[in-house]
């Protein structure tokens, strides 16, 4: 089965589908090791470990590049972040193919305009587009992808912005009327009410995706329960763990003034060598290198 059609029929099956974020591929395969149903490509990660904003600072370009090189070293779904898709419904028609191609199974896609502002950041500028304007670029994903298994997910962000529950209802109705696939609904709230009152009200059909960075509380089984949430996105972990533990080790290092016992600390390089796919190189040497 594809991975393309592993994602659709989860989506359709109405269980829970876990993706991980992952920075670059080594995260990505962690994820897979680790038991992640997928991998999320990760524009706030990717931004970071570049060391600069989440802001489409960073080219379509080398997202793209890093989706390919995510996807080329798992089995598993990957679900690209697109943020607002570099651009109006025209950009989203020559991009989408492009990520088709790459290898990702799906893509989403936020209704904030370019160039956007991260969500989570503190008094950040969360401006939206019109309704119909986004609705042209969903439908524009549509059309422009070449498998019909390919998921578009619309984000909406109206809670982000203050906008409130009313509001992200209409627009995630407007967006499922385009055709998308799945809404994401995104809140910064430090407890999952909001969500949980949106959810309640939701009248579609169409499945939600969920991103609890901000709202921990809610576990699995939790969101499970809910039954309309298809998706649960874990959207910068991989990213902030890597910084936590290289900041560790770093400042022991340093402190120590050598590596004795940092080294007791952390991964030995045979695992490392390991995970960079060491045995299948050998393969290729014994059968081809005379």
Same mark, same amino acid.
């Given at each position: 089965?594809?991975?393309?059609?592993?994602?659709?029929?989860?989506?359709?099956?109405?269980?829970?589908?876990?993706?991980?974020?992952?920075? *670059? @591929?080594?995260?990505?395969?962690?994820?897979?090791? +680790?038991?992640?149903?997928?991998?999320?490509?990760?524009?706030?990660?990717?931004?970071?470990?570049?060391?600069?904003?989440?802001?489409?600072?960073?080219?379509?370009?080398?997202?793209?590049?890093?989706?390919?090189?995510?996807?080329?070293?798992?089995?598993?779904?990957?679900?690209?972040?697109?943020?607002?898709?570099?651009?109006?419904?025209?950009?989203?028609?020559?991009?989408?193919?492009?990520?088709? #191609?790459?290898?990702?199974?799906?893509?989403?896609?936020? &209704?904030?305009?370019?160039? =956007?502002?991260?969500?989570?950041?503190?008094?950040?500028?969360?401006?939206?587009?019109?309704? %119909?304007?986004?609705?042209? =670029?969903? %439908?524009?994903?549509? *059309?422009?992808?070449? &498998?019909?298994?390919?998921?578009?997910?619309?984000?909406?962000?109206?809670?982000? #912005?203050?906008?409130?529950?009313?509001?992200?209802? /209409?627009?995630?109705? +407007?967006?499922?009327?385009?055709?998308?696939?799945?809404?994401?609904?995104?809140?910064?709230?430090?407890?999952?009410? %909001?969500?949980?009152?949106?959810?309640?009200?939701?009248?579609?059909?169409? @499945? $939600?995706?969920?991103?609890?960075?901000?709202?921990?509380?809610?576990?699995?089984?939790?969101?499970? #329960? $809910?039954?309309?949430?298809?998706?649960?996105?874990?959207? *910068?972990?991989?990213?902030?763990?890597? #910084?936590?533990?290289?900041?560790?080790?770093?400042?022991?290092?340093?402190?120590?003034?050598?590596?004795? *016992?940092?080294?007791?600390?952390? @991964?030995?390089?045979?695992?490392?060598?390991?995970?960079?796919?060491?045995?299948?190189?050998?393969?290729?040497?014994? /059968?081809?290198?005379?």
């Amino acid at each position: 089965m594809s991975k393309n059609k592993i994602l659709r029929e989860a989506l359709n099956s109405g269980s829970l589908f876990t993706a991980m974020a992952a920075h *670059n @591929p080594l995260a990505a395969k962690l994820a897979e090791q +680790a038991g992640f149903g997928g991998i999320w490509g990760s524009g706030f990660e990717l931004s970071a470990s570049y060391a600069v904003p989440d802001a489409n600072i960073l080219s379509m370009g080398t997202h793209l590049d890093m989706m390919r090189a995510i996807a080329s070293v798992v089995s598993v779904p990957l679900i690209a972040d697109i943020d607002t898709g570099f651009g109006n419904a025209i950009n989203v028609s020559y991009i989408i193919p492009q990520y088709e #191609a790459a290898g990702a199974s799906a893509i989403v896609m936020e &209704d904030k305009t370019f160039p =956007k502002d991260t969500s989570l950041r503190a008094d950040g500028r969360q401006e939206l587009v019109r309704i %119909e304007e986004f609705q042209g =670029k969903v %439908e524009a994903a549509i *059309n422009a992808r070449s &498998d019909t298994d390919f998921v578009v997910i619309a984000r909406v962000e109206a809670l982000i #912005a203050g906008q409130g529950q009313e509001e992200a209802i /209409r627009r995630g109705l +407007a967006y499922a009327d385009a055709g998308a696939d799945a809404i994401l609904i995104h809140s910064k709230q430090k407890t999952p009410d %909001e969500i949980l009152s949106f959810i309640a009200a939701w009248p579609g059909k169409t @499945p $939600l995706v969920l991103v609890p960075t901000a709202y921990p509380q809610l576990t699995e089984a939790d969101i499970a #329960a $809910l039954g309309k949430v298809g998706i649960v996105i874990y959207g *910068n972990h991989a990213i902030r763990a890597a #910084a936590g533990a290289m900041r560790k080790i770093f400042e022991q290092i340093r402190r120590d003034g050598g590596i004795a *016992n940092a080294d007791k600390e952390i @991964p030995a390089v045979a695992e490392i060598i390991g995970l960079q796919g060491d045995a299948y190189m050998r393969d290729l040497e014994a /059968r081809f290198l005379r």
